[in-house]
Structure formats: C-alpha cells, structure tokens
C-alpha cells in the first residue's frame, strides 16, 4: 500500500492534498505535529470521515524527526481525545507506556502502529526489538538511517529475520533508504510513506505518489519481478529510471530500475546476488572499482578499463560500456563518411576516456584538454593523443589552421547543475563551422554550449547520448529493444 503522508500547515490543505492524490495511493497519514496550533479537536476527529481511505494518526515529537514541541503530556492528552476519531491506526512511540492510550484506541477499533526512529543509524538490535512489539499484537514499524550500503542491505533482511511477522513496516530514511521505499514489498512491509508531488518530504528520502505509482510502480512489485538498477554516489539525480521503468511497463516486463546509492562495490555484488539483481548501470565513482567483480568484460571495456553496464549471466557477472556507444551514435555516420579528422576533447576524467578511445578507433586525431594537465597527459599518453593546456586548447582555431578541429566535446562536469555558471573553456571563440558535442545533459543547454548554438554551431546534446546508451542498455538487460512511443 501507498500511504500519503499529508504535509501541509492546515487541515484544509490535507484534505486537499490528499484529494489531490487520491487516485494514487491507498491511506493517508495524518501528521497533526506539522498543523499549526490552532486546530480544534472536533475538526480533528472528523478529517478521517472526509477521506475515503484508511488514515493513520500520528503526532510526531522533534526528537524523532517531526515538529510538536509542547510537552509530552499535552501530546498524550491530545492523542487520547482523538481516539474516538475512526482513525484506521494511530502510530504510537515504543517507548510511551502500554495501557491507557492503546486501549482507548483499540476500543475504538483502531490499529496500534508502535514505532521507533533512529535519525542517525541501523541500530544492532532492529529486528529484536521489532520482534517484541510484534509479540504484544501491535504493528511494528522502525524508521532508520542507513549511513552505507552495508545498512540498506541489512534492511532487506527484515523479509527473511522477520517473516513469521505478517503486518510490519520498516524504513531506511535518506537516500541510502530510497531503494527500502520503492522495493517496500521486498523488506516485507506492508506499506511505504510518500509525499505530494510539489510538496516538502514528509521525512527524509521520501519519493512522490507521482513516481512511487507511475515510474516504479512499487505496488505491483512481486517476488517475480526482475529487479535492475544503477548505482553510483551519488546516484539520486540519474535520469536512467526515467528511461527505463516506462520502457518496461510499454512492453509489459514485469520489471523495475532502482537508484542504488552504494559507497562500497565489495558490499553491493554479495548483495545483487542474493538480491538475485539481473543487471545495474554503473555511475560516478564505480565504472573502475567494478572490474575486480566480473567474470567476463567486453572488449571495449578492455580498452577502456571503465564498464557502465553489468548483466547477470548464468555464473558470473558481465560488464559491457554502453557510454562508448552511446557517444558514437549521434556522430556515427560523420566518422563513418570521414568527416570528423580532429576532436577537441575537453576533460580527462572517466567519460573522456570512452570519448577518446571512441574517436581513436575510427582514427580521428585527438587533442586533450583538462584542468588538471597531468590527467590529460596520460590519457593522451594511453590513446595515442595529444595533451594541450587550457590556453594552448582556447587558441587552437584562431593561430592555427590545420589544427582547427572539426569536433569539439565537452566530458567535464563543468556546467552541470548546480554548478551552471561554469564554462570549462570560456576564452573559446567557436567559428561557427564545428560540431559541439556536450556531455552535460542537466541543464540541457550549458553556458557552454550555449556560446556554440549562439555561434551557429551544429550541436549534439547530452540527452542524446544519454538516450542512445541507455536504449542499449535496456537491451543488454531485457534483451528486448526499447519501444518507440
Ligand atoms: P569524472 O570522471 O569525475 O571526471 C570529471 C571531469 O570533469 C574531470 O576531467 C575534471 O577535471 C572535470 N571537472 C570537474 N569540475 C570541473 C570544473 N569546475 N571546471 C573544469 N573541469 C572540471 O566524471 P565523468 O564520469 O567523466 O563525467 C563527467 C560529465 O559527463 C558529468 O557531467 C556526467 O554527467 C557527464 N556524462 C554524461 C553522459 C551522457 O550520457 N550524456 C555519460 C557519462 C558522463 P579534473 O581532472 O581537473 O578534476
């Protein structure tokens, strides 16, 4: 079940959140700690008959994360004053005293969620403690902080530790948790939390009804569904869900692509594997820190000693660079026809590197260009290239004809978002005759690029390339090709 936490400042406003998004979720959370203090308790008591789904009431104090600051009596009083508003559950602290609250609200028919937060950690003795509110007949529920893979791995053990428990929920908060809250059903919870579209997070890492509903369609993950991913740190700005997760629902695959944040390969393999994972994309900083891992690679990621794409075989896991080809598709036919004879590529970090390889296979002569010089230095020493500093690169079409390139890249992360006032080689005069090929794709139009579209340069986007990698990707996984529309 999808439960919207409703966020707002008055109940109004709740109800028209959740009205907004009825047609997305299942229940609804009532925060009474993010109300102003003036709220009657009449309204209180009747906001659950406004709504036609189940509504959990919680209040929550600031030590756990929420916002009621008055004293814990005048919060207990409160609670108990609303047990006779046909809430469906009322989410209690493990810690307040079992007897007079629960029984008011059990007598009113409402569930008892008891609950526990660590905004900082996994605590040692998660699933014990879960245990034990499980064994007084309440639903337990845990809201923690994984600080590394290694936590959220250990979240994913609730399904097993704590099968015998049927209703429970348990939470990894932050964006180490994000991948608990789409694969709820995979931690054996029986829902997830999740905000408005627009809204504020109800907590940290919470996604929206929109993308919990509609992109990964987290209610309708089984014990049959395949499960792919990508992992990167960080890894919550990616576009790859987008591409994939519509790719699979318009062909009807029952399967879905999770942002994983990972710090550490050596704990994320043992993990896909008995996840039972069948294939991820690997982001910022994992293409080289992977290779240990496979059993097999494919020969461009031999050259390039960077995979961005693994698959589950039968045994072993095989890495393939989907960015080499991604990069060469919106050029193909130039390089193909002999058109592009010198590159300008400005970067040296793992992008140029697919870049470089790419253009050198097809025997284009290739400059590199780079902040830190050394780096350029041995890509160029590697590639059969050549290094130029930042001043020699910003001269290169206006002293010397024959050095003029005909194709200039932009691999840096200069200009992608936040940083979009950077331009990686501002002293460039572009003469309006090149193609300028941007591996930035947020924000689609970089300071950089726009200086070439201003100079009537013909221009590939990063979107373009992001596109066309990922379209092999979903193949190298699926097998099948992505749909067009
Ligand atoms: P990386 O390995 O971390 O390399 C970063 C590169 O950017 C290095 O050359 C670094 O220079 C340079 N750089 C960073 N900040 C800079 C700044 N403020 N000014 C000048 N240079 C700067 O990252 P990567 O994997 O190569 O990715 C680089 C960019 O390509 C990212 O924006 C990424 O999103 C994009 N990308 C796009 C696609 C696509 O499909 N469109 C695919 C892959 C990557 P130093 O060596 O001096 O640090």
Same mark, same amino acid.
Request: some cysteine; charged content about 25%; overall charge neutral.
């Given at each position: 079940?999808?439960?919207?936490?409703?966020?707002?400042?008055?109940?109004?406003?709740?109800?028209?959140?959740?009205?907004?998004?009825? @047609?997305?979720?299942?229940?609804?959370?009532?925060?009474?700690?993010?109300?102003?203090?003036?709220?009657?308790? @009449?309204?209180?008591?009747?906001?659950?008959?406004?709504?036609?789904?189940?509504?959990?009431?919680?209040?929550?104090?600031?030590? @756990?994360?929420?916002?009621?600051?008055?004293?814990? $009596?005048?919060?207990?009083?409160?609670?108990?004053?609303?047990?006779?508003?046909?809430?469906?559950?009322?989410?209690?602290?493990?810690?307040?005293?079992?007897?007079?609250?629960?029984?008011?609200?059990?007598?009113?028919?409402?569930?008892?969620?008891?609950?526990?937060?660590?905004?900082?950690?996994?605590?040692?003795? &998660?699933?014990?403690?879960?245990?034990?509110?499980?064994?007084?007949?309440?639903?337990?529920?845990?809201?923690?902080?994984?600080?590394?893979?290694?936590?959220?791995? $250990?979240?994913?053990?609730?399904?097993?530790?704590?099968?015998?428990?049927?209703?429970?929920?348990?939470?990894?908060?932050?964006?180490?948790?994000?991948?608990?809250?789409?694969?709820?059903?995979?931690?054996?919870?029986?829902?997830?939390?999740?905000?408005?579209?627009?809204?504020?997070?109800?907590?940290?890492?919470?996604?929206?009804?929109?993308?919990?509903?509609? &992109?990964?369609?987290?209610?309708?993950?089984?014990?049959?569904?395949?499960?792919?991913?990508?992992?990167?740190?960080?890894?919550?700005?990616?576009?790859?869900?987008?591409?994939?997760?519509?790719?699979?629902?318009? &062909?009807?695959?029952?399967?879905?692509?999770?942002?994983?944040?990972?710090?550490?390969?050596?704990?994320?393999?043992?993990?896909?594997?008995?996840?039972?994972?069948?294939?991820?994309?690997?982001?910022?900083?994992?293409?080289?820190?992977?290779?240990?891992? &496979?059993?097999?690679?494919?020969?461009?990621?031999?050259?390039?000693?960077?995979?961005?794409?693994?698959?589950?075989?039968?045994?072993?896991?095989?890495?393939?660079?989907?960015?080499?080809?991604?990069?060469?598709?919106?050029?193909?036919? @130039?390089?193909?026809?002999?058109?592009?004879?010198?590159?300008?590529?400005?970067?040296?970090?793992?992008?140029? $590197?697919?870049?470089?390889?790419?253009?050198?296979?097809?025997?284009?002569?290739?400059?590199?260009?780079?902040?830190?010089?050394?780096?350029?230095? $041995?890509?160029?020493?590697?590639?059969?290239?050549?290094?130029?500093?930042?001043?020699?690169?910003?001269?290169?079409?206006?002293?010397?004809?024959?050095?003029?390139?005909?194709?200039?890249?932009?691999?840096?992360?200069?200009?992608?978002?936040?940083?979009?006032?950077?331009?990686?080689?501002?002293?460039?005069?572009?003469?309006?005759?090149?193609?300028?090929?941007?591996?930035?794709?947020?924000?689609?139009?970089?300071?950089?690029?726009?200086?070439?579209?201003?100079?009537?340069?013909?221009?590939?986007?990063?979107?373009?390339?992001?596109?066309?990698?990922?379209?092999?990707?979903?193949?190298?996984?699926?097998?099948?090709?992505?749909?067009?529309?």
């Amino acid at each position: 079940m999808l439960c919207l936490t409703l966020t707002e400042t008055s109940l109004e406003k709740d109800l028209l959140q959740f009205q907004k998004n009825r @047609d997305l979720i299942d229940m609804a959370e009532l925060r009474i700690d993010l109300l102003g203090s003036e709220i009657s308790v @009449d309204a209180l008591r009747r906001f659950p008959s406004l709504c036609d789904k189940p509504v959990i009431l919680t209040c929550r104090r600031k030590k @756990d994360g929420g916002l009621f600051s008055q004293s814990e $009596r005048v919060r207990v009083n409160l609670l108990k004053r609303l047990a006779s508003g046909n809430f469906a559950y009322c989410d209690l602290e493990d810690e307040l005293p079992r007897g007079e609250i629960d029984l008011t609200f059990r007598e009113k028919g409402t569930r008892i969620i008891r609950s526990f937060h660590d905004m900082t950690a996994v605590p040692g003795n &998660l699933f014990t403690r879960m245990q034990k509110i499980a064994e007084q007949g309440e639903i337990p529920k845990a809201a923690v902080m994984p600080n590394s893979f290694a936590d959220t791995a $250990r979240i994913f053990e609730a399904k097993n530790e704590l099968q015998k428990i049927e209703r429970k929920i348990i939470i990894g908060m932050g964006n180490y948790g994000v991948p608990t809250r789409i694969l709820y059903k995979k931690t054996g919870s029986f829902l997830t939390f999740c905000s408005a579209p627009g809204s504020s997070p109800g907590a940290p890492g919470h996604l929206n009804t929109e993308s919990l509903r509609k &992109l990964y369609r987290s209610d309708q993950i089984t014990d049959d569904t395949s499960i792919y991913g990508i992992i990167g740190n960080p890894v919550m700005h990616s576009a790859s869900p987008a591409i994939h997760n519509p790719g699979y629902h318009r &062909l009807g695959i029952d399967a879905v692509y999770v942002p994983f944040m990972v710090d550490s390969v050596r704990t994320f393999f043992p993990f896909a594997e008995w996840f039972g994972i069948k294939g991820f994309s690997v982001t910022v900083p994992h293409k080289q820190n992977v290779l240990p891992y &496979l059993g097999n690679i494919s020969r461009e990621v031999k050259q390039i000693g960077s995979c961005n794409t693994v698959v589950r075989t039968k045994k072993l896991w095989k890495g393939i660079n989907t960015d080499y080809y991604g990069f060469l598709h919106p050029i193909h036919e @130039d390089l193909e026809m002999g058109h592009l004879k010198r590159a300008l590529v400005i970067g040296a970090g793992g992008a140029a $590197r697919s870049v470089v390889w790419a253009l050198r296979n097809f025997g284009c002569s290739v400059y590199i260009t780079n902040r830190t010089f050394d780096k350029a230095e $041995r890509l160029a020493a590697e590639t059969g290239s050549s290094a130029i500093t930042l001043q020699e690169a910003s001269r290169l079409c206006a002293d010397e004809a024959e050095k003029y390139p005909d194709l200039i890249i932009q691999t840096t992360s200069a200009g992608m978002d936040p940083d979009i006032e950077s331009d990686p080689l501002p002293e460039y005069k572009f003469t309006g005759e090149e193609i300028v090929y941007e591996l930035v794709y947020k924000p689609r139009i970089t300071r950089f690029l726009n200086r070439a579209i201003q100079s009537g340069c013909r221009i590939v986007y990063g979107y373009e390339m992001l596109y066309a990698q990922g379209i092999q990707q979903f193949k190298s996984f699926t097998g099948f090709d992505y749909p067009q529309n």
